[in-house]
C-alpha cells in the first residue's frame, strides 16, 4: 500500500525566506506526485505534477526517487503563498487512485 | 464551466438525522470521487464513480454512509442515521478520462453532527 508523509503540520517563515515543504511517499512502483493546495476559504486545487516539470508561482518540486521524496520549494516566500498544503500520490499516471498526505500549514509572516 | 459543485456548504443536525449532501461534477467529466476530511485522518477517499458506476467503495466507513450516481452530472452522499463522528468536511472532486488522478475539487460541505 501507499502511504504519503509529511512530517510538518505547521510551517513558518519570513516573507522573502525560503521555503521547503517535505514529503515523504513509500510505494514500490512508480508513483505519480503531486502538490495540492488550498487557500483560505478556498477549494483544494492542483498546484503542480511531478510529470510537468513545471515552475507554479514560483514553487518547484523534484521526485527524488532514492530518498523516495517530494519535497515543495520555493526561494523567496511571499504572504500569499499562505495556505494549507497536501502532497499527494497516485500509482500511475492511468490510476484514479490519489493517497494525500495529512497538510502542512504554511504560514509567511510578513 | 462553474466547476465542481456542492451543496449544501454548512449542515448542522442532530445525531439520527440523515443528511444527503449533493455534488454537480464537471461536465465532460467521467470520475467522481467523495472524499472526507478530519483532523485526525486527513483526506480520505470514501468511493469512486467512473462512468456513473460505482468502482470503489472500500473507504465507506459503514453501512449507514451511501452514495448515488444517478447520472454523469449528480452525486448524492446520505448518511443515515448521522452520528457525531460522523461530523467533517466531505469533498466531492471530478476528473477527467485521459487523466483519472488530476482531481477538480469542490468547495466541500462542512457537516456537524450535534
Known amino acids: 500500500a501507499q502511504r504519503v508523509t509529511q512530517p510538518e503540520k505547521l510551517l513558518s517563515v519570513f516573507k522573502g525566506a525560503p521555503v521547503e515543504l517535505k514529503c515523504n511517499y513509500s510505494?514500490?512502483?512508480?508513483?505519480?506526485l503531486f502538490w495540492y493546495v488550498q487557500y483560505s476559504r478556498q477549494r483544494l486545487q492542483l498546484l503542480l505534477r511531478?510529470?510537468s516539470r513545471e515552475s507554479i508561482k514560483g514553487f518547484t518540486a523534484d521526485l527524488n526517487k532514492g530518498e523516495t521524496s517530494f519535497h515543495l520549494k520555493k526561494p523567496f516566500a511571499q504572504e500569499e503563498d499562505s495556505a494549507m498544503y497536501y502532497c499527494?500520490?497516485?500509482?500511475?499516471?492511468?490510476?484514479?487512485?490519489?493517497?494525500f498526505g495529512k497538510g502542512t500549514k504554511l504560514s509567511v509572516i510578513p | 464551466d462553474a466547476g465542481v459543485i456542492q451543496s449544501p456548504r454548512h449542515e448542522v443536525t442532530e445525531m439520527g438525522q440523515e443528511v444527503t449532501l449533493r455534488c454537480k461534477p464537471i461536465?465532460?467529466?467521467?470520475?467522481l470521487f467523495w472524499y472526507r476530511q478530519t483532523m485526525m485522518r486527513g483526506l480520505e477517499l470514501l468511493i469512486y464513480?467512473?462512468?456513473?458506476?460505482?468502482?470503489?467503495d472500500s473507504g465507506m466507513p459503514e453501512d449507514r454512509f451511501s452514495a448515488k450516481m444517478p447520472n454523469a452530472s449528480f452525486s448524492t452522499l446520505k448518511i443515515q442515521p448521522s452520528e457525531p463522528r460522523d461530523s467533517a468536511v466531505y469533498f466531492c472532486?471530478?476528473?477527467?478520462?485521459?487523466?483519472?488522478?488530476?482531481?477538480?475539487f469542490g468547495a466541500g460541505s462542512r457537516l456537524t453532527v450535534l
Open positions: 472532486a471530478s476528473s477527467p478520462l485521459k487523466r483519472p488522478n488530476v482531481l477538480t
Open positions: 510505494y514500490s512502483g512508480s508513483p505519480e
Open positions: 511531478h510529470i
Open positions: 499527494a500520490l497516485s500509482p500511475g499516471a492511468g490510476s484514479y487512485q490519489l493517497t
Open positions: 461536465s465532460g467529466h467521467n470520475s
Open positions: 464513480f467512473n462512468n456513473n458506476v460505482p468502482i470503489d
